[in-house]
């Protein structure tokens, strides 16, 4: 049976998602929510050549979705108020999978308002998946690591919980604590009010495995290395090349697309997928933002990240 899919968002994230299904056979059809008629416009021209286009149907107004059972639902909106809005969805449609961005919320006081059901919600913190960091983990000789994470304009704030979840999957070790030793002032992003900063961010883990997060104007470059006793992984994000000791490999990362694709497939088959569980991220993100909320100096900002 072919399933139907709900995309909730028009943004430049929900475009790979659809490109990462428009083509799937076992795709019925595609329903894509926004309020902003420019963004449905945008997503809509972006497709308008594509020969599976019929399967595409773009709505502003929820009412005037009349189906209301879903395979699966992306969810591609802004990070503020993010647990309402899955609360609302839930009880408005029936949803097999859902698929959420990170940062998974924003809003400090809806950590404690998760009323619903979250098995099968699961976080686009895909890192795990992507073709260096699999070498990574699969060649570790040891649980217990020391990465350091450094670039220029990255987006910090907006990035850093990929890497923080990333560290706690590959030594099977949850967060024990976040600190934000460095805060600088915001800067603004192409993405209309949006902002991000640089510092310099410290994560604990359990094990005792440590995660240095730095963003700085002044640097070139953007890395990741990560210390396993005496073995060092490299990977060169601009190159993309993971170096281990001596050895370089040319390692490019996958695209949005075609991870969501396999996400979907994944689905489809095992009723499962590589990603973080809505339960496994949520502690995370509340530490990071608990953290983040006690260093800005305007609390408004946290309206301004994504």
């Given at each position: 049976?072919?399933?139907?899919?709900?995309?909730?968002?028009?943004?430049n994230?929900?475009?790979?998602h659809?490109?990462?299904i428009?083509?799937?056979?076992s795709v019925?059809?595609?329903?894509?929510?926004?309020?902003?008629?420019?963004?449905?416009?945008?997503?809509?021209?972006f497709?308008?050549?594509?020969?599976?286009?019929?399967?595409?149907f773009?709505f502003?107004?929820?009412?005037?979705?009349?189906?209301?059972?879903?395979?699966l639902?992306?969810l591609c909106?802004?990070?503020?108020?993010?647990?309402r809005?899955?609360k609302?969805?839930?009880?408005?449609?029936?949803?097999?999978?859902?698929?959420?961005?990170?940062?998974l919320?924003s809003?400090?006081?809806?950590?404690?308002k998760?009323?619903?059901?979250?098995k099968?919600?699961f976080?686009?913190?895909?890192?795990?998946?992507?073709h260096?960091?699999?070498?990574?983990?699969?060649?570790?000789?040891?649980?217990?690591v020391?990465?350091r994470?450094k670039?220029e304009n990255?987006?910090?704030?907006?990035?850093?919980?990929?890497?923080?979840n990333?560290?706690?999957?590959?030594?099977?070790?949850?967060?024990?604590?976040?600190i934000?030793k460095?805060?600088?002032?915001?800067?603004?992003?192409?993405?209309?009010?949006?902002?991000?900063?640089h510092?310099n961010?410290?994560?604990?883990?359990?094990?005792g495995?440590?995660l240095?997060?730095?963003?700085?104007?002044?640097?070139?470059?953007h890395?990741?290395c990560?210390?396993d006793?005496?073995?060092?992984?490299?990977?060169?994000?601009?190159?993309?090349q993971?170096?281990?000791g001596?050895?370089i490999f040319?390692?490019?990362?996958?695209?949005?697309?075609k991870?969501s694709?396999?996400?979907?497939?994944?689905?489809?088959?095992?009723?499962?997928?590589?990603?973080?569980?809505?339960?496994?991220?949520?502690?995370e993100?509340?530490?990071?933002?608990?953290?983040?909320?006690t260093?800005?100096k305007?609390?408004?900002?946290?309206?301004?990240?994504?």
């Amino acid at each position: 049976m072919k399933k139907n899919i709900l995309i909730y968002g028009a943004g430049n994230i929900a475009i790979r998602h659809v490109q990462s299904i428009i083509n799937e056979k076992s795709v019925n059809k595609i329903y894509i929510f926004d309020k902003k008629k420019s963004s449905l416009e945008k997503i809509s021209l972006f497709f308008c050549n594509n020969i599976n286009k019929e399967k595409l149907f773009f709505f502003n107004d929820k009412k005037k979705i009349k189906e209301k059972s879903f395979f699966l639902a992306f969810l591609c909106t802004y990070a503020f108020n993010r647990i309402r809005l899955i609360k609302k969805i839930k009880s408005t449609y029936k949803i097999n999978y859902f698929i959420v961005e990170k940062i998974l919320e924003s809003n400090i006081s809806n950590f404690n308002k998760i009323t619903f059901n979250t098995k099968n919600i699961f976080v686009n913190m895909p890192i795990r998946n992507m073709h260096p960091f699999r070498l990574i983990k699969s060649n570790l000789n040891s649980k217990k690591v020391h990465v350091r994470l450094k670039g220029e304009n990255w987006h910090m704030i907006c990035n850093s919980l990929h890497y923080v979840n990333y560290v706690s999957h590959i030594t099977n070790s949850l967060v024990k604590k976040i600190i934000i030793k460095k805060l600088g002032r915001p800067y603004n992003l192409v993405r209309k009010n949006f902002i991000d900063f640089h510092g310099n961010i410290k994560v604990v883990y359990e094990n005792g495995s440590t995660l240095n997060i730095i963003s700085s104007k002044k640097t070139k470059k953007h890395f990741f290395c990560l210390k396993d006793g005496k073995k060092t992984f490299n990977f060169d994000f601009k190159k993309e090349q993971l170096s281990v000791g001596k050895k370089i490999f040319f390692c490019k990362r996958e695209y949005v697309s075609k991870l969501s694709n396999k996400f979907f497939k994944s689905l489809l088959k095992k009723g499962r997928v590589n990603l973080p569980t809505f339960d496994e991220a949520l502690m995370e993100n509340f530490l990071f933002i608990s953290e983040f909320s006690t260093k800005i100096k305007k609390k408004s900002y946290i309206y301004n990240i994504t």
